[in-house]
């Protein structure tokens, strides 16, 4: 089931907030509850995801004891093996059978786990902070609730076991609990805006023009309309969700992390990889380029471990060339700008954000493309290539539908560009009162009531 949906907000949150507060009192009770919970809500899916699910958290867990007991070096590597495998097979299988060997591969068609990126990096980083010497073995509930934890189980954030394992043990109901309830409740709100009334309608302008690229020919202003909705439609999309994600963590009364910092804000590359999708690319940083060696090397060295952490970053995203060629151009464009500073060279801040958005959003175009020719097409239409035109998202049928949500476009760019984080509204700005629950609850009604009247549409971020 889906955040923004009629069903996991009136049935399923009421019900498994309500009886995890029930059980406050009794530890094991509560964990066990919202692990069985998060199955369930895992399941909803497709039941043949559970397996998957579990037996990777359990497999893990039996490694991680057996190397709490013997000390062996090999054996957090042997779970390392086995989650990259299981990545590997389902998600990968197809995509590196078909590059190799091309007509001759017949492909699986495997069922694609949801969300098996994520809760496979996350035992991965517990598996290596094990082995560079983290003493942490944790009860079986402490690791299920972990990795199954329903709100971050999809699409993230991407949680260290260090960060959220501690703080099972304070009482739900503790002094802060209707704050925490109220933030929370606020920040989902913000979270299902963001996707409901911005993402998704944004999506009616992006999608039916790069559909049209891939048989056509756009003109200037429908291309950078295309590419424009779909930098913004995919930053209301996941950091909604990620919005959504935290603040369903405060109403549990655990604190998740932030995974954006007003992104498009950036004033170079390096800085806007501070501010998207932070906990992937601290994952990154941290288990990829550093042991790779990371800057402490010669200039070649390092660029090259730039360069490989950004396309595997890019294969992260999804099987295909075009998330490997998205990967690569971040990477090439972080190895420019450490070699423009290392030579004392820095741009103004003013054209420096000028120009990161710029790269970002021509190279959102390469992510979102089906495949290269679209690719190509969008941005040599940006360029000029085919004509200047004048009518936006232009023409009848869906595109011509499109324009009468065209102002979605104005406003969500001032929301990215000028506006203030959902964070620094949700948990800093607004002082939790009595009266708010008015707005707040109208508003929720408001944003279901939309779910309700639209074809409901899921996470970009699912797919990966």
């Given at each position: 089931?889906l955040?923004?949906?009629?069903?996991?907000?009136?049935?399923?949150?009421?019900?498994?907030?309500?009886?995890?507060?029930?059980?406050a009192?009794?530890?094991?009770?509560?964990?066990?509850?919202?692990v069985?919970?998060?199955?369930?809500?895992?399941?909803?899916?497709?039941?043949?995801?559970?397996?998957?699910?579990a037996?990777?958290?359990?497999?893990?867990?039996?490694?991680?004891?057996?190397?709490?007991?013997?000390?062996?070096?090999?054996?957090?590597?042997?779970?390392?093996?086995?989650?990259?495998?299981?990545?590997?097979?389902?998600?990968?299988?197809?995509?590196?059978?078909?590059?190799?060997?091309?007509?001759?591969?017949?492909?699986?068609?495997?069922?694609?786990?949801?969300?098996?990126?994520?809760?496979?990096?996350?035992?991965?980083?517990?598996?290596?902070?094990?082995?560079?010497?983290?003493?942490?073995?944790?009860?079986?509930?402490?690791?299920?609730?972990?990795v199954?934890?329903?709100?971050?189980?999809?699409?993230?954030?991407?949680?260290?076991?260090?960060?959220?394992?501690?703080?099972?043990?304070?009482?739900?109901?503790?002094?802060?609990m209707?704050?925490?309830?109220?933030?929370?409740?606020?920040?989902?709100?913000?979270g299902?805006?963001?996707?409901?009334?911005l993402?998704?309608t944004?999506?009616?302008?992006?999608?039916?023009l790069f559909?049209?690229?891939g048989?056509?020919?756009?003109?200037?202003?429908?291309?950078w309309?295309?590419?424009?909705?779909?930098?913004?439609?995919i930053?209301?999309?996941?950091?909604?969700?990620?919005?959504?994600?935290?603040?369903?963590?405060?109403?549990?009364?655990?604190?998740?992390?932030?995974?954006?910092?007003?992104?498009?804000?950036?004033?170079?590359?390096?800085?806007?990889?501070?501010?998207?999708h932070?906990?992937?690319?601290?994952?990154?940083?941290?288990?990829?380029?550093?042991?790779?060696?990371?800057?402490?090397?010669?200039?070649?060295?390092?660029?090259?471990?730039?360069?490989?952490?950004?396309?595997?970053?890019?294969?992260?995203?999804?099987?295909?060339?075009?998330f490997?060629?998205?990967?690569?151009?971040?990477?090439?464009?972080?190895?420019?700008?450490?070699?423009?500073?290392?030579?004392?060279?820095?741009?103004?801040?003013?054209?420096?954000?000028?120009?990161?958005?710029?790269?970002?959003?021509?190279?959102?175009?390469?992510?979102?493309?089906?495949?290269?020719p679209?690719?190509?097409?969008?941005?040599?239409?940006?360029?000029?290539?085919?004509?200047?035109?004048?009518?936006?998202?232009?023409?009848?049928?869906?595109?011509?539908?499109?324009?009468?949500?065209?102002?979605?476009?104005?406003?969500?760019?001032?929301?990215?560009?000028?506006?203030?984080?959902?964070?620094q509204?949700?948990?800093?700005?607004?002082?939790?009162?009595?009266?708010?629950?008015?707005?707040?609850?109208l508003?929720?009604?408001?944003?279901?009531?939309?779910?309700?009247?639209?074809?409901?549409?899921?996470?970009?971020?699912f797919?990966?």
């Open positions: 089931m955040f923004n949906s009629q069903v996991f907000v009136f049935c399923f949150l009421p019900l498994v907030l309500a009886g995890y507060y029930a059980l009192r009794y530890k094991s009770w509560r964990q066990g509850f919202v069985l919970a998060s199955l369930v809500f895992y399941g909803w899916w497709d039941v043949r995801y559970l397996p998957l699910l037996g990777l958290a359990l497999g893990t867990w039996l490694i991680a004891l057996a190397f709490g007991r013997w000390r062996r070096g090999w054996i957090p590597l042997a779970g390392v093996t086995l989650n990259l495998a299981a990545l590997g097979v389902f998600k990968y299988a197809d995509f590196l059978g078909g590059s190799l060997a091309g007509a001759l591969w017949r492909p699986w068609h495997l069922v694609l786990p949801l969300g098996i990126s994520f809760f496979v990096f996350q035992k991965i980083s517990y598996l290596i902070d094990l082995r560079r010497g983290d003493r942490h073995i944790y009860r079986f509930l402490d690791f299920a609730m972990f199954t934890f329903f709100p971050q189980l999809i699409a993230g954030p991407l949680v260290r076991h260090n960060e959220i394992i501690p703080q099972f043990a304070a009482d739900p109901r503790r002094a802060e209707w704050q925490n309830l109220s933030r929370g409740l606020v920040l989902f709100v913000i299902v805006a963001k996707k409901v009334a993402a998704d944004l999506a009616t302008l992006a999608d039916p559909a049209r690229a048989h056509g020919v756009l003109n200037l202003a429908q291309a309309t295309a590419a424009g909705a779909y930098t913004l439609q930053y209301f999309d996941f950091s909604g969700y990620s919005d959504m994600a935290i603040g369903l963590g405060l109403m549990f009364g655990l604190t998740l992390p932030v995974n954006f910092d007003a992104p498009y804000r950036a004033i170079s590359i390096r800085d806007f990889w501070r501010r998207w932070i906990t992937l690319s601290r994952f990154l940083r941290d288990y990829l380029y550093i042991p790779l060696g990371g800057s402490r090397c010669p200039p070649w060295r390092q660029t090259a471990n730039l360069v490989a952490t950004m396309l595997l970053g890019g294969l992260w995203h999804g099987a295909s060339w075009t490997v060629a998205w990967g690569g151009l971040h990477g090439l464009a972080l190895a420019a700008e450490h070699g423009w500073n290392g030579r004392g060279l820095r741009l103004p801040p003013g054209l420096g954000r000028v120009l990161t958005l710029l790269f970002v959003l021509c190279g959102w175009v390469l992510f979102r493309a089906a495949d290269f679209t690719a190509g097409a969008i941005l040599a239409a940006m360029a000029g290539g085919g004509g200047l035109g004048g009518g936006g998202a232009g023409g009848g049928g869906p595109e011509g539908v499109a324009l009468a949500n065209a102002w979605v476009l104005p406003v969500g760019a001032a929301l990215a560009l000028l506006g203030p984080t959902s964070q509204v949700a948990l800093v700005r607004l002082a939790p009162r009595p009266w708010l629950a008015v707005p707040a609850g508003g929720l009604v408001f944003l279901l009531l939309m779910i309700g009247g639209r074809l409901q549409s899921a996470f970009i971020y797919q990966f």
